[in-house]
Each structure stands twice: as C-alpha cells, then as structure tokens.
C-alpha cells in the first residue's frame, strides 16, 4: 500500500471507530468492490471481515524446564456478521447499544456451516445473508 498522510488518516479513523461502526463503514466498502472481476457469470465472490483466534488452554504452570509449558488451541476463524437489524429495531434506531460491543458472539451458520461472530446473538451470516442465532 502506498502511504500517504491520507492513507494515514483513514487508518487513524478507522481505528477510532467502535467495532460495529468499523464493520459498517467496511462492508459498505465490501458492497462497492468485487474480489474477482472477470467470472461474475459463473462465479460470485465477495469479501468479509473476519477474526481470528488461538485461546491458551493451559493453567500457566511452569514446564519441567522451568519455562512456561504453553498449550494453545490453534488458530480459529470466524467471519463477523451485522447484527440482525430486524430483531433489534431500537438498535438499528440508534436507541439503545448492544452488549459490550465487540464480536463475542460465537456460533455456526446452519445454511453454510461457516463460523460467525456477531456483537449479538442474532446475527446475519456475512458469507450467504442467512440469519444466524449465536452464543
Ligand atoms: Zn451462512
């Protein structure tokens, strides 16, 4: 990417953004570009925002070495889906927040069995639009 202090400014914004706000300005960005321009006939492709994870699953307890023994679960992904606007109309308003505001809602699209992280546990699934109910 080449930087400029224009380029430096919107990641400056985007970084100020909450994580709902960041993910609306991106997918109307996402709405606007295509991936793959030449094979629109016979292909549909569209970016996503996602979030990866590996979780530390050990107690931290010191190895027989005496170093740290480290057990990780390994990198997890989800894609982040928009809250579903239907079913939280006075959030859509503007009128209230949802939880604490990051993508700790966690579930599993029934329609395309892809992960989804949402800020709410109604969420519609960034990859095929299907409505998703997470954890
Ligand atoms: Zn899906």
Redesign the pocket.
């Known amino acids: 990417m080449r930087k400029s202090s224009e380029t430096d400014a919107l990641i400056d914004a985007l970084t100020e953004l909450s994580n709902q706000d960041m993910l609306e300005v991106l997918q109307a960005v996402f709405a606007r570009r295509i991936p793959y321009e030449p094979e629109q006939d016979f292909q549909t492709s569209h970016y996503v925002l996602s979030v990866t994870s590996n979780v530390r699953l050990d107690d931290w307890e010191d190895g027989e070495d005496g170093l740290p023994a480290e057990e990780w679960s390994g990198w997890n992904l989800r894609v982040v889906g928009d809250y579903d606007k239907e079913s939280y109309p006075e959030v859509a308003a503007g009128e209230i927040e949802l939880g604490s505001g990051e993508f700790d809602q966690r579930g599993m ?1 029934r ?4 992960p ?1 992280a949402s800020i709410a546990k109604r969420a519609i ?1 960034p ?4 409505k ?1 109910f997470l954890m």
């Open positions: 699209c329609t395309c069995q892809t989804v699934c990859v095929c639009g299907a998703v």
